[in-house]
C-alpha cells in the first residue's frame, strides 16, 4: 500500500462549511468542546509509536483532509494492519471524531472482498487521538497503477467496475453510501485490477444515523461528487451519487486524468448541469457511463448490481445510451492511450448541454427503432468475455435484413483514386457483378491465388486470362458463397479496395467452426492506425471483435472468439473484417451491437470520405458449421 505522504490538495476529500453555517453554531461548537472532560494534548505518530498496547507503527502510509494512515503491525501475532488516526489538527473536533466512529460502526457491518475489512476503533492515551484498526492491503492505489501503467483498458475498466459495483451493492442494502469514491480511494490487492478494494468510508452515511454532524458542510472531493452533494436536487444523497461517482472515477482511470469537473464549489456545480464531455473514453465503456452520468439521479441506474450487470453485458445498456449524446464540436485531447490496442473508434465529441427543464435532461430519439437482431441470447445479443473467448449467441430464425449496396461511385468520388497499375486497384474494377469481392489471397506461394466471394455463382474465365495478360501468371481461383444479407459487407470493402492505404493483412487459422466451438486469426500491416475488427453475419447485422485484438510485440494483433448457435439450416457463412483508417471513426462507436450492415457501413463510408478517404480494409470468411 503505497502513497506519497501527502496527497495532492486537489484531489483530497474536503470537509467545507457552507455559507449557512454560521459563525452562532461554530461558537456552539467550541463550547460544546469546551464542556468536555480534559483529554491529553494530541501527540505525533513516529515510527515505533504503541498503538493501544497491541499495533506497532511502522510507516507512513497517506495523509488526507481528516486523517493520516500508518502501517502497522501486531506485536502479539506480527499480522499486518493499517491505522487511521485522526489529524492533530481536528482531535477535538466532534464533527470529525462522530465521523471516524461512524466509519467504524459502518466497516463493522460490511464484509466483501471488495470492500476493507474493519478490526477495531480505539481512543489512545498515548496520542490523545482516535484509531481505527483496519486490514492492511498490499498493493498499490488505483491511482498509483495508473501512474505507473498508464491508463486502464476498457475491459479491466468494466471488470473493475463490475466488481465495485457487487461490493457496494451489499453496502447499499445496508443502507450505507460511501460518497468518496476517486481513484485513491481504491486499493489493488498486490497490483492486480482484478482485486480491487474500497477503502476510506470516513464521510460514508448509514440510513439509521442522523446527518448532524455534517451539517452545513460539503464532503468529498469536487472531482468525483455527485450534483445532489453540492445542493442539486434537492441535496438528498441516496446510493445513485455513488453511481454517479463511481462513472467519474471509472473515467478518470481510463483517460489517465479526472473529467474538468471543477475545483471548487462554484465551478463543480456549473460542471453538473449537463452531461460531461466524454470525448476519447472507449466505445466499449462510454454508453454505460452516459447512464451512470445523468445529472438527475432518478435518470441514473437503479442501483448497483444493475451497473454491474451492465459492465459484464453491454446489451442491458438501454438502447438510448448507446447513441449519441453530443455535437460536432471537438474536444481536448486527453493523456494517455489506455491499452495495446490504438483508439479504435475515436469517442462521443461535445455533449449535449443541459436541459430543457431544471433538474432533467432529455434523451435524444434513437436515430432508428429498435429491431429484431439476428445475433441473441436470452432475446438480446451478448457478447461475453470468459478467459479471453468472446462467445456470440447466433439465433438463426431470424430473417436476413434487406440490404442497399453502398452506392460505390457517388462515396468514391471523394476517395483517393485507384492505382489499375496494381493488383488491387485491377481486381477492385474488374466488374464481375453486384454484390462480388475480388482480393489476392496471401499465401507465399509464387502463383497468385484470388478470393472470389459472391452471393451466387460468379464465372471466372474471363477474370483468370485478363489477370495473366495484366500481370504476366495464371492465376489459381477459390470462390466463397456469402449470404444476401452480407452483400454491403462485400460493397464497403470493394470500395476502399486499391486506393491510398495500404491494407491490413487480416488471415483466420481455420475456415471453418463448429457451433460452440472457437476461432482464432492474426491481423498485420495495421501499422499502428486505428483499428475496427468486427463479424457480419448471415442477417447482415455487425458485431464489434475489436477488444479481441491483443497486440503482439512484432506489432501484429492476435484475436480469438466463439459462437454458439443452433445450426438448422446448414453451414452459415461468416465474414470478419478488420479497417484500419488515419483517424478514428466515431460511427462504430454509436451503433448497437447487431446493427445492419448496410446502414451503418454506409455512415462508416461516409465519414472516411470527409476525412479524406485515407482507409483501407481486409476481409476473411469463415463457414459456421453444426455439431457433430
Same mark, same amino acid.
Given at each position: 500500500?503505497?502513497?506519497?505522504?501527502?496527497?495532492?490538495?486537489?484531489?483530497?476529500?474536503?470537509?467545507?462549511?457552507?455559507?449557512?453555517?454560521?459563525?452562532?453554531?461554530?461558537?456552539?461548537?467550541?463550547?460544546?468542546?469546551?464542556?468536555?472532560?480534559?483529554?491529553?494534548?494530541?501527540?505525533?505518530?513516529?515510527?515505533? &509509536?504503541?498503538?493501544?498496547?497491541?499495533?506497532?507503527?511502522?510507516?507512513?502510509?497517506?495523509?488526507?483532509?481528516?486523517?493520516?494512515?500508518?502501517?502497522?503491525?501486531?506485536?502479539?501475532?506480527?499480522?499486518?494492519?493499517?491505522?487511521?488516526?485522526?489529524?492533530?489538527?481536528?482531535?477535538?473536533?466532534?464533527?470529525?471524531?462522530?465521523?471516524?466512529?461512524?466509519?467504524?460502526?459502518?466497516?463493522?457491518?460490511?464484509?466483501?472482498?471488495?470492500?476493507?475489512?474493519?478490526?477495531?476503533?480505539?481512543?489512545? /492515551?498515548?496520542?490523545? !487521538?482516535?484509531?481505527?484498526?483496519?486490514?492492511?492491503?498490499?498493493?498499490?492505489?488505483?491511482?498509483?497503477?495508473?501512474?505507473?501503467?498508464?491508463?486502464?483498458?476498457?475491459?479491466?475498466?468494466?471488470?473493475?467496475?463490475?466488481?465495485?459495483?457487487?461490493?457496494?451493492?451489499?453496502?447499499?442494502?445496508?443502507?450505507?453510501?460511501?460518497?468518496?469514491?476517486?481513484?485513491?480511494?481504491?486499493?489493488?490487492?498486490?497490483?492486480?485490477? /482484478?482485486?480491487?478494494?474500497?477503502?476510506?468510508?470516513?464521510?460514508?452515511?448509514?440510513?439509521?444515523?442522523?446527518?448532524?454532524?455534517?451539517?452545513?458542510?460539503?464532503?468529498?472531493?469536487?472531482?468525483?461528487?455527485?450534483?445532489?452533494?453540492?445542493?442539486?436536487?434537492?441535496?438528498?444523497?441516496?446510493?445513485?451519487?455513488?453511481?454517479?461517482?463511481?462513472?467519474?472515477?471509472?473515467?478518470?482511470?481510463?483517460?489517465?486524468?479526472?473529467?474538468?469537473?471543477?475545483?471548487?464549489?462554484?465551478?463543480?456545480?456549473?460542471?453538473? !448541469?449537463?452531461?460531461?464531455?466524454?470525448?476519447?473514453?472507449?466505445?466499449?465503456?462510454?454508453?454505460?457511463?452516459?447512464?451512470?452520468?445523468?445529472?438527475?439521479?432518478?435518470?441514473?441506474?437503479?442501483?448497483?448490481?444493475?451497473?454491474?450487470?451492465?459492465?459484464?453485458?453491454?446489451?442491458?445498456?438501454?438502447?438510448?445510451?448507446?447513441?449519441?449524446?453530443?455535437?460536432?464540436?471537438?474536444?481536448?485531447?486527453?493523456?494517455?492511450?489506455?491499452?495495446?490496442?490504438?483508439?479504435?473508434?475515436?469517442?462521443?465529441?461535445?455533449?449535449?448541454?443541459?436541459?430543457?427543464?431544471?433538474?432533467?435532461?432529455?434523451?435524444?430519439?434513437?436515430?432508428?427503432?429498435?429491431?429484431?437482431?439476428?445475433?441473441?441470447?436470452?432475446?438480446?445479443?451478448?457478447?461475453?468475455?470468459?478467459?479471453?473467448?468472446?462467445?456470440?449467441?447466433?439465433?438463426?430464425?431470424?430473417?436476413?435484413?434487406?440490404? @442497399?449496396?453502398?452506392?460505390?461511385?457517388?462515396?468514391?468520388?471523394?476517395?483517393?483514386?485507384?492505382?489499375?497499375? @496494381?493488383?488491387?486497384?485491377?481486381?477492385?474494377?474488374?466488374?464481375?457483378?453486384?454484390?462480388?469481392?475480388?482480393?489476392?489471397?496471401?499465401?507465399?506461394?509464387?502463383?497468385?491465388?484470388?478470393?472470389?466471394?459472391?452471393?451466387?455463382?460468379?464465372? @471466372?474465365?474471363?477474370?483468370?486470362?485478363?489477370?495473366?495478360?495484366?500481370?504476366?501468371?495464371?492465376?489459381?481461383?477459390?470462390?466463397?458463397?456469402?449470404?444476401?444479407?452480407?452483400?454491403?459487407?462485400?460493397?464497403?470493402?470493394?470500395?476502399?479496395?486499391?486506393?491510398?492505404?495500404?491494407?491490413?493483412?487480416?488471415?483466420?487459422?481455420?475456415?471453418?467452426?463448429?457451433?460452440?466451438?472457437?476461432?482464432?486469426?492474426?491481423?498485420?500491416?495495421? !501499422?499502428?492506425?486505428?483499428?475496427?475488427?468486427?463479424?457480419?453475419?448471415?442477417?447482415?447485422?455487425?458485431?464489434?471483435?475489436?477488444?479481441?485484438?491483443?497486440?503482439?510485440? /512484432?506489432? &501484429?494483433?492476435?484475436?480469438?472468439?466463439?459462437?454458439?448457435?443452433?445450426?438448422?439450416?446448414?453451414?452459415?457463412?461468416?465474414?470478419?473484417?478488420?479497417?484500419?483508417?488515419?483517424?478514428?471513426?466515431?460511427?462504430?462507436?454509436?451503433?448497437?451491437?447487431?446493427?445492419?450492415?448496410?446502414?451503418?457501413?454506409?455512415?462508416?463510408?461516409?465519414?472516411?470520405?470527409?476525412?479524406?478517404?485515407?482507409?483501407?480494409?481486409?476481409?476473411?470468411?469463415? @463457414?459456421?458449421?453444426?455439431?457433430?
Amino acid at each position: 500500500m503505497t502513497r506519497p505522504p501527502v496527497e495532492d490538495d486537489d484531489d483530497r476529500t474536503r470537509l467545507v462549511p457552507s455559507p449557512q453555517h454560521d459563525a452562532a453554531s461554530q461558537v456552539d461548537d467550541r463550547t460544546r468542546i469546551a464542556t468536555r472532560p480534559a483529554e491529553p494534548a494530541p501527540q505525533p505518530v513516529t515510527t515505533g &509509536s504503541l498503538i493501544n498496547n497491541n499495533y506497532r507503527v511502522r510507516a507512513m502510509l497517506s495523509q488526507g483532509g481528516m486523517g493520516e494512515v500508518y502501517r502497522a503491525e501486531n506485536i502479539f501475532t506480527g499480522d499486518p494492519v493499517a491505522v487511521k488516526i485522526v489529524l492533530p489538527t481536528l482531535a477535538r473536533d466532534e464533527g470529525i471524531i462522530a465521523l471516524f466512529k461512524r466509519e467504524a460502526r459502518i466497516l463493522g457491518q460490511l464484509n466483501d472482498d471488495a470492500l476493507v475489512r474493519y478490526h477495531n476503533f480505539v481512543l489512545d /492515551d498515548g496520542l490523545g !487521538r482516535y484509531c481505527l484498526i483496519m486490514e492492511f492491503i498490499d498493493g498499490t492505489t488505483l491511482w498509483d497503477h495508473v501512474d505507473v501503467n498508464g491508463p486502464l483498458r476498457a475491459q479491466d475498466a468494466l471488470r473493475l467496475m463490475a466488481r465495485l459495483a457487487r461490493g457496494l451493492e451489499k453496502a447499499h442494502a445496508r443502507g450505507v453510501i460511501h460518497r468518496d469514491l476517486s481513484p485513491d480511494n481504491v486499493m489493488l490487492r498486490q497490483d492486480k485490477i /482484478d482485486d480491487p478494494v474500497i477503502i476510506d468510508f470516513g464521510i460514508a452515511r448509514a440510513a439509521d444515523m442522523s446527518e448532524g454532524q455534517l451539517a452545513g458542510r460539503f464532503a468529498g472531493k469536487y472531482k468525483y461528487v455527485s450534483p445532489e452533494q453540492i445542493g442539486h436536487f434537492g441535496g438528498e444523497v441516496g446510493p445513485r451519487a455513488d453511481i454517479y461517482g463511481m462513472a467519474l472515477m471509472i473515467a478518470a482511470v481510463l483517460r489517465g486524468d479526472p473529467l474538468p469537473m471543477g475545483g471548487s464549489a462554484e465551478e463543480a456545480a456549473a460542471a453538473r !448541469r449537463g452531461l460531461p464531455n466524454l470525448s476519447g473514453l472507449p466505445h466499449e465503456v462510454y454508453p454505460l457511463l452516459q447512464y451512470m452520468l445523468q445529472p438527475d439521479p432518478a435518470m441514473r441506474p437503479h442501483d448497483m448490481g444493475e451497473v454491474a450487470d451492465m459492465a459484464l453485458d453491454p446489451t442491458r445498456i438501454p438502447l438510448a445510451f448507446r447513441h449519441p449524446l453530443w455535437g460536432e464540436t471537438s474536444a481536448a485531447p486527453i493523456r494517455g492511450g489506455g491499452g495495446s490496442l490504438p483508439s479504435l473508434t475515436g469517442a462521443p465529441r461535445e455533449p449535449l448541454r443541459p436541459v430543457a427543464r431544471e433538474g432533467t435532461i432529455d434523451a435524444p430519439e434513437p436515430r432508428r427503432k429498435n429491431r429484431r437482431r439476428t445475433l441473441a441470447a436470452t432475446g438480446a445479443v451478448a457478447a461475453l468475455a470468459f478467459g479471453g473467448l468472446v462467445v456470440l449467441n447466433l439465433k438463426p430464425d431470424a430473417p436476413p435484413q434487406t440490404t @442497399t449496396p453502398i452506392a460505390q461511385d457517388q462515396q468514391a468520388t471523394t476517395l483517393p483514386g485507384r492505382d489499375i497499375e @496494381t493488383e488491387a486497384g485491377f481486381l477492385a474494377g474488374f466488374d464481375l457483378g453486384p454484390c462480388t469481392l475480388v482480393q489476392r489471397s496471401v499465401t507465399g506461394l509464387a502463383t497468385p491465388t484470388l478470393s472470389v466471394l459472391s452471393n451466387r455463382d460468379v464465372e @471466372t474465365d474471363g477474370l483468370a486470362k485478363a489477370f495473366a495478360e495484366r500481370f504476366g501468371a495464371a492465376p489459381d481461383i477459390t470462390t466463397g458463397r456469402i449470404a444476401a444479407g452480407q452483400c454491403a459487407a462485400l460493397d464497403f470493402v470493394r470500395t476502399l479496395q486499391g486506393r491510398a492505404e495500404a491494407p491490413p493483412i487480416l488471415s483466420l487459422d481455420s475456415d471453418r467452426m463448429t457451433a460452440g466451438g472457437a476461432i482464432a486469426g492474426r491481423l498485420r500491416e495495421a !501499422r499502428g492506425r486505428p483499428l475496427w475488427l468486427f463479424l457480419v453475419e448471415p442477417g447482415g447485422g455487425i458485431h464489434d471483435l475489436s477488444s479481441r485484438a491483443i497486440a503482439q510485440a /512484432d506489432g &501484429s494483433f492476435v484475436f480469438s472468439f466463439g459462437m454458439a448457435e443452433q445450426v438448422t439450416d446448414g453451414p452459415s457463412p461468416q465474414l470478419i473484417i478488420a479497417l484500419t483508417s488515419r483517424e478514428p471513426l466515431i460511427a462504430p462507436a454509436v451503433a448497437a451491437s447487431g446493427a445492419p450492415a448496410n446502414e451503418l457501413l454506409s455512415r462508416v463510408l461516409n465519414e472516411i470520405t470527409a476525412a479524406g478517404g485515407y482507409a483501407s480494409a481486409d476481409i476473411a470468411m469463415f @463457414t459456421l458449421e453444426a455439431t457433430s
